[in-house]
């Protein structure tokens, strides 16, 4: 029996092993080959969703987290939940924190990314951050904390990308409803930028309708400061300016996990795996042989946009798209592995821009979809339709529905 093995549940993974599995059991190839998918996680989280978590004291954690077993029942994956300690590429085995280390013969790397703190003294020790669901339940835990507990609550957000902004516009429409019910309560919300504007690198009239936007909420926006140190209940700028906070939220930049920058292949400076157009990642030196065929996908790896010459952006769309590349390409090989065709008809990841949405407060989103930009109910209507049109990818029409609506 030979394994593909699938770290990561989150967008590209799930979607490779759901993939690889229907395909595997078309070619009535299950007796030969075993689709596993590794996650720490019992639950896929639906990631653009984590901001109502940790923004909305109703909201329970569920709204964004589904089971993974009853999204794979009916198709032949062997689910590990596990954590991934170590990948012995050379060799071809994934050690696991709890179990017996899996043999590989295609290896997926789908393992996401993590907060990346950029060496600022003090930052990680004093910020929350917002990438699991646990970590969502800690912001909102520390928010209902400060405004049961002070009369003047300053709440700041470090990073004016898309989940900094949707942090903070929904926080400030918590925080007035906050103060209408507790008259002696004052709570500022704020965003610490250090690029020239908020959600840099994006079309221009997204800039301007977002700031206008967060600016009508009364959301404050620092841009062009840099945070050089956090210490408790106090961030420093350059040019040392103190900024006060009671609660501190840092969305400020993500970064390959640990693990993945020490394999050998190929990778960039700030330590991503490169893949390839096939999504094939590649051994560090000529000489260096990897036992298992490894493709990586998703927040994980650097892909070079061929006509930009740069990376392309973390997104979900992009990640699924890679993922339905790599389910084709390992299924090619499989089949010439089979004797079932003579040359493999490998498949190429073509970047390209996809439609996105910045939630904005309560029913208001922007949307940016090919040259048209939409914004106010219209966008948040777009951010609804893509969350259902998503589960419906993932889930049977009925179960699709029901968790939309949960």
């Not at 590209?12 to 080959?33: E, Q, S």
Request: glycine residues 8%.
């Amino acid at each position: 029996m030979k394994h593909i093995v699938i770290l990561g549940a989150g967008f590209g993974g799930l979607r490779a092993a759901m993939d690889i599995a229907k395909k595997l059991r078309g070619l009535n190839l299950l007796d030969k080959y075993e689709v596993v998918l590794i996650d720490r996680s019992d639950c896929h989280l639906y990631t653009p969703l984590l901001y109502k978590v940790a923004t909305s004291p109703s909201m329970h954690e569920n709204v964004c987290t589904y089971d993974i077993s009853p999204l794979i029942k009916e198709l032949p994956i062997r689910f590990v939940q596990d954590e991934v300690t170590n990948i012995d590429l050379p060799n071809g085995d994934v050690h696991l924190k709890g179990g017996a280390p899996i043999k590989t013969d295609f290896l997926v790397v789908a393992l996401g990314s993590e907060t990346n703190y950029f060496g600022i003294p003090g930052l990680k020790e004093n910020s929350l951050q917002l990438k699991t669901v646990e970590s969502a339940m800690e912001v909102q835990n520390a928010i209902r904390a400060a405004f049961a507990q002070g009369s003047e609550v300053k709440i700041v957000a470090g990073g004016a990308g898309a989940n900094g902004i949707e942090l903070a516009a929904e926080l400030r429409l918590w925080a007035n409803r906050a103060e209408r019910e507790n008259k002696n309560l004052k709570v500022s919300v704020s965003i610490i930028e250090a690029m020239p504007t908020v959600l840099p690198g994006l079309d221009v009239r997204v800039v301007r309708t977002v700031a206008t936007r967060l600016q009508r909420l009364g959301v404050a926006v620092m841009t062009g400061a840099k945070i050089v140190s956090v210490a408790p209940r106090e961030i420093s700028l350059d040019g040392n300016t103190k900024i006060s906070f009671d609660v501190f939220i840092w969305t400020g930049g993500i970064k390959t996990p640990e693990m993945i920058s020490v394999l050998p292949i190929k990778k960039e400076p700030r330590g991503k795996p490169i893949t390839e157009a096939h999504m094939a990642c590649l051994a560090a030196t000529p000489d260096l042989k990897l036992h298992p065929m490894i493709y990586g996908l998703g927040d994980s790896v650097c892909f070079m946009n061929p006509i930009t010459n740069r990376p392309i952006p973390a997104v979900a769309p992009a990640a699924i798209a890679q993922a339905n590349v790599v389910a084709h390409n390992i299924i090619e090989e499989i089949k010439v592995l089979e004797s079932r065709v003579k040359s493999q008809e490998s498949r190429m990841y073509i970047p390209r821009e996809y439609p996105y949405v910045i939630p904005a407060g309560g029913r208001y989103a922007i949307a940016k979809i090919g040259p048209l930009v939409i914004s106010g109910f219209l966008g948040w209507l777009f951010e609804k339709l893509v969350a259902l049109n998503y589960l419906l990818s993932i889930m049977p029409f009925f179960r699709a529905v029901g968790a939309w609506l949960k």
